[in-house]
């Protein structure tokens, strides 16, 4: 979960160099029901948008846990990428490769444990 302040609430945790509020919810969960329960708690899917958040990120991506969805879909407009937000993915990516690649049937941003996109 994302939380943008100005506070982090009871349960998330400030990452300094960003100042967001950062929560993991170890429960699978599909990508809807993430971001309802993100929504629940006033707060977004983890919006991923340079290098250090996707590092910060990919510590939660550990263990048994193979992947984590971010906030990231293309459910609006197939192709166009946007955080959970709304704002368009355009200045940076981590997508493994060959990957976006799954059409109408994944619309969904999944992060691997190498921190990598699918």
Request: hydrophobic share 35%; proline share 3%.
């Amino acid at each position: 979960l994302l939380h943008s302040g100005p506070q982090c609430p009871d349960g998330f945790e400030v990452h300094d160099p960003t100042g967001r509020c950062y929560k993991f919810v170890a429960e699978s969960l599909s990508w809807g029901a993430a971001f309802n329960v993100c929504a629940e708690a006033d707060s977004f899917l983890a919006r991923v948008n340079n290098k250090g958040v996707n590092n910060h990120v990919q510590q939660f991506v550990s263990g048994d846990m193979m992947e984590i969805w971010v906030g990231i879909s293309d459910s609006e407009e197939e192709g166009t990428w946007r955080y959970s937000n709304g704002a368009k993915v355009v200045n940076w990516s981590n997508w493994m490769e060959g990957a976006p690649d799954g059409g109408v049937e994944e619309n969904c941003v999944s992060m691997k444990q190498d921190g990598k996109w699918n």
